[in-house]
């Protein structure tokens, strides 16, 4: 009876610490994987954001109002006549086969 009882105290003494070792552990842990989590997040916006910019920007510059405030202010461009005109038709591979 006596073996039994130094065998559990044993167990409880060896234990405790181990579990308190690795409970701080997990703990640092965690901040190490937040702090990496926030980094991300920050990321994330910088990126939505940069985003933004460019789809205003290319708005802008694409607006009908500009390019025909380009081809007035620049003497240079003309009308293109039919014949020297190409259309190009591209498809996307969701619409059809492309080969």
Known sequence: ?????????????????????????????YERLATEVDGFELEQKEWLEENKRMLSTYSVFSSPARVQKITED??????????????????????????
């Open 1 to 29: 009876m006596i073996r039994i009882r130094k065998i559990l105290l044993f167990f409880i003494v060896f234990t405790v610490p181990v579990l308190l070792f690795m409970n701080v552990r997990q703990g640092f842990k």
């Open 74 to 99: 620049n003497s240079e461009l003309s009308t293109a006549s039919p014949g020297q005109s190409i259309i190009v038709n591209i498809q996307s591979e969701k619409e059809g086969d492309v080969e």
